[in-house]
């Protein structure tokens, strides 16, 4: 069965990076790609990005835009999300995704980030 | 900045039909949103229910439908279960990006 599963909890201080895996299995990684959504205590989903597991295409919200990069590591069917220059307001849970056909299907548990000094 | 707007909660009787819209800042919804609906209930992962308008998975019960109506994306469910009791996120697609509504929450009282 389709199964994404996620690194665990992150706890980092203001200005630091974070990177966030995302191990898929039970499908063929390369045919589908990735998106990273976030969500912040008590608040909406937000989406963060896209990578065509593939080529290695990539697409980021304008929000995130220099501070977020999107990976993916075939030979372990592992997907990365780093985000960098972390603030405080960064702290969120951060969820991947499998992108098929313009739907997002099957969802990772989630990965808290916490930043806090 | 694109907007996408959703009411910001409703309430439903059980066994009632209520329906959920979607708004675009940019102008009318289209199939060229590639319109998914989520489902989300406290401390658990999103899960997709509708995705291009109005298609569903296979683990999408039968009483969530999807569609276009007056210029908007909306979700309606009809026979509401409690269990249908949770936040609700449209999602559309614009050249590339993806932008999230801010989310309904579903009372079921």
């Given at each position: 069965q389709v199964q994404l599963v996620q690194s665990g909890i992150e706890v980092k201080t203001p200005g630091a990076s974070v990177k966030v895996s995302c191990k898929a299995s039970?499908?063929?990684?390369?045919?589908f790609g990735i998106s990273w959504v976030r969500q912040a205590p008590g608040q909406g989903l937000e989406w963060m990005g896209w990578i065509?597991?593939?080529?290695?295409h990539t697409n980021y919200a304008q929000n995130f835009q220099g501070r977020v990069t999107v990976t993916t590591d075939t030979s372990t069917s592992t997907a990365y999300m780093e985000l960098r220059s972390l603030r405080s307001d960064d702290t969120a849970l951060y969820y991947c995704a499998r992108d098929w056909d313009y739907s997002f299907d099957f969802w990772g548990q989630g990965t808290l980030v916490a930043v806090s000094s | 900045q694109t907007v996408v707007t959703q009411e910001p909660s409703l309430t439903v009787s059980p066994g009632g039909t209520v329906t959920l819209t979607c708004a675009s800042s940019t102008g009318a919804v289209t199939s060229g949103h590639y319109v998914n609906w989520f489902q989300q209930k406290p401390g658990q992962a999103p899960r997709s229910l509708i995705y291009h308008i109005t298609n569903k998975h296979s683990w999408t019960p039968a009483r969530f439908s999807g569609s276009l109506l007056g210029g908007k994306a909306a979700l309606t469910l009809s026979g509401v279960q409690p269990e249908d009791e949770a936040d609700y996120y449209c999602l559309l697609y614009f050249s590339h990006t993806w932008v999230y509504g801010g989310g309904t929450k579903l009372t079921v009282l």
């Open positions: 039970g499908y063929p990684f390369t045919n065509n597991s593939h080529s290695g | -």
